[in-house]
């Protein structure tokens, strides 16, 4: 069984950083794609940012260049480095691993909550 675990989310204010964690346990972690979703108060939830098993990473435009996506297959980890956070960067930031059968699992979420 897949589990996911996100940590590192909390209030800061803009322009402020935070670096979140997802910790994945029962999957070949080296071999699947993960990302990082996020869902606001009343809106969908969104991609912000993803790095697939040959590292290659995509961001939404919303954040690039603002956030950075990495991986630490020996930690099985994917951090998302968030800098430069702005009010409108809140909500529940999810992970999500995706096997290479095309499988998903979700993990918990963690609040982050920017304060202007």
């Known amino acids: 069984q897949v589990q996911l675990v996100e940590s590192g989310g909390g209030l800061v204010q803009a322009g402020g950083s935070l670096k979140l964690s997802c910790t994945a346990s029962?999957?070949?972690?080296?071999?699947?794609?993960i990302q990082w979703y996020r869902q606001a108060p009343e809106k969908q939830r969104e991609l912000v940012a993803g790095?697939?098993?040959?590292?290659?990473?995509t961001y939404d435009d919303s954040v690039r260049g603002r956030f950075t996506i990495s991986r630490d297959n020996a930690k099985n980890m994917v951090n998302l480095q968030m800098i430069t956070l702005r009010p409108d960067d809140t909500g529940v930031y999810y992970c999500?691993?995706?096997?290479?059968?095309?499988?998903?699992?979700w993990g918990q979420g963690t609040q982050v909550t920017v304060s202007s």
């Open positions: 029962g999957s070949n972690f080296r071999g699947n794609d």
């Open positions: 999500r691993l995706r096997t290479p059968g095309r499988a998903v699992y």
């Open positions: 790095i697939s098993s040959t590292y290659y990473t």
